[in-house]
């Protein structure tokens, strides 16, 4: 089982809509995760960082922690074309030297 | 302007030679790190370092080398010894107390001929 699993898609979501991007992890130790949106050609940006269980919200994007279920989630709501790129999924573990390790990422397509 | 430069944007690489991919950093970061992308793939971690002239292997450090002689600057080497060379590398830095948010330099992608 991989350290970090996300499902690559793509995703396809119409315009407006809310695009749900998951991510689990086989860690119970893990506690810190990170969102980043990768367009085509480029570098990773972040969008959010969760490391407490519940949500996260800010603006469009809300990150969900369920450290029981071992799984990290992230909801992005009236879904833009500009929104369609790679999402990356980090996560750090506590001692870990700052480390993350990345699951695949998915691909999330909006139409119009 | 605070942040990560890398050079060159493009690199080709004749089989057999040794490259250096340049990373740099105003942003007073203590940790550095090297990533490598693959076509469809997560990013996989090569070297890190969260101080000066210290550094230590990722989970794919094989055929690389680095170097963290200034807190600015943590150069990567692919050596002739990296098998399969050719990706998109990516430099991050970060604070490295607790587990601060890891910011992206804008990449070199390296094609071996």
């Known amino acids: 089982q991989k350290e970090v699993e996300q499902n690559s898609g793509p995703l396809s979501v119409p315009e407006g809509a809310i695009a749900s991007l998951n991510c689990t992890y086989s860690?119970?130790?893990?506690?810190?995760f990170f969102w980043y949106r990768q367009y085509s050609g480029k570098s990773p940006e972040l969008i959010m960082f969760?490391?407490?269980?519940g949500d996260k919200e800010d603006g469009r994007f809300t990150a969900q922690l369920n450290k029981a279920s071992q799984y990290v989630s992230l909801l992005i709501r009236d879904s833009q074309p500009s929104d369609s790129a790679t999402y990356l999924c980090?996560?750090?573990?506590?001692?870990?030297?700052?480390?993350?390790?990345f699951g695949t990422g998915t691909q999330l397509k909006v139409e119009l | 302007d605070g942040g990560i430069t890398q050079s060159p944007k493009y690199l080709f690489r004749k089989e057999g030679q040794n490259v250096t991919l340049s990373c740099e950093q105003n942003l007073n970061h203590d940790a550095m790190y090297w990533y490598r992308q693959d076509p469809g793939q997560g990013l996989r971690l090569i070297y890190y370092s969260q101080i000066v002239n210290d550094f230590q292997k990722g989970d794919i450090a094989e055929g690389y080398s680095v170097s963290r002689e200034k807190k600015e600057s943590f150069p990567l080497t692919v050596t002739s010894a990296q098998k399969n060379p050719t990706a998109f590398y990516l430099c991050?830095?970060?604070?490295?107390?607790?587990?601060?948010?890891?910011?992206f330099g804008p990449g070199t992608r390296l094609t071996v001929l």
């Open positions: 991050a830095s970060s604070f490295s107390s607790g587990q601060d948010t890891q910011y």
């Open positions: 969760i490391y407490s269980n």
């Open positions: 980090g996560r750090g573990l506590t001692g870990g030297g700052n480390k993350l390790t």
């Open positions: 860690d119970r130790g893990s506690q810190s």
